[in-house]
T-cell receptor, first 113, second 112 residues
Framework: GAGVSQTPSNKVTEKGKYVELRCDPISGHTALYWYRQSLGQGPEFLIYFQGTGAADDSGLPNDRFFAVRPEGSVSTLKIQRTERGDSAVYLC???????????FGNGTRLTVT | QKEVEQNSGPLSVPEGAIASLNCTYSDRGSQSFFWYRQYSGKSPELIMSIYSNGDKEDGRFTAQLNKASQYVSLLIRDSQPSDSATYLCAVNIQGGGNKLTFGTGTQLKVEL
């Protein structure tokens, strides 16, 4: 079946603006994860959903970041008052159940100017 | 100390040789270990998972886990230029819920 889908693939925004990044997981996968990856680094955990609820949001850097998954499928990562330091590739991953391997989407490259 | 550590490389090996990639982790209670391959500009792709001590083989890839030494490795036999990529070690840290913690990755270059 189709893999994890992320839109947009690229997003350029001005400092201070609001952005939304969308993730459509693999059908039937109950767990959904958001990671952020900067150049030369490994993916950094942001938040994890099991179903509709955020099971672990300990990786969100501050209150400008928020994510939702209202129907237990598609998720949106929302960033308010963007800063240049938010520039990175935002990766979404899903897994069939808790503890099973993660499958990543192609990411959204966010550039804040 | 970082939770998951890898040598950033680059690790250069000639075509046909064995590439050995290493990873150490800090939490002794960790249970699940994964290797991901990431080509430049692409997303990570799962290539191996390992959960118990010893070796696990899949084609040209062998993952090795030693929980006593808190060490996991990936061997790539008969390395090909198409294996050139960054290899990310990921660990499910005990007490970390179900999230994976990644190392910074090791860049592998397979030279003709």
């Amino acid at each position: 079946g189709a893999g994890v889908s992320q839109t947009p693939s690229n997003k350029v925004t001005e400092k201070g603006k609001y952005v939304e990044l969308r993730c459509d997981p693999i059908s039937g996968h109950t767990a959904l994860y958001w990671y952020r990856q900067s150049l030369g680094q490994g993916p950094e955990f942001l938040i994890y959903f099991q179903g509709t609820g955020a099971a672990d949001d300990s990786g969100l850097p501050n209150d400008r970041f928020f994510a939702v998954r209202p129907e237990g499928s598609v998720s949106t990562l929302k960033i308010q008052r963007t800063e240049r330091g938010d520039s990175a590739v935002y990766l979404c991953a899903s897994s069939r159940f808790q503890g099973t391997p993660l499958h990543f989407g192609n990411g959204t490259r966010l550039t804040v100017t | 100390q970082k939770e998951v550590e890898q040598n950033s490389g680059p690790l250069s090996v000639p075509e046909g040789a064995i590439a050995s990639l290493n990873c150490t982790y800090s939490d002794r209670g960790s249970q699940s270990f994964f290797w991901y391959r990431q080509y430049s500009g692409k997303s990570p792709e799962l290539i191996m998972s390992i959960y118990s001590n010893g070796d696990k083989e899949d084609g040209r890839f062998t993952a090795q886990l030693n929980k006593a030494s808190q060490y996991v490795s990936l061997l790539i036999r008969d390395s090909q230029p198409s294996d050139s990529a960054t290899y990310l070690c990921a660990v499910n840290i005990q007490g970390g819920g179900n999230k994976l913690t990644f190392g910074t990755g090791t860049q592998l270059k397979v030279e003709l």
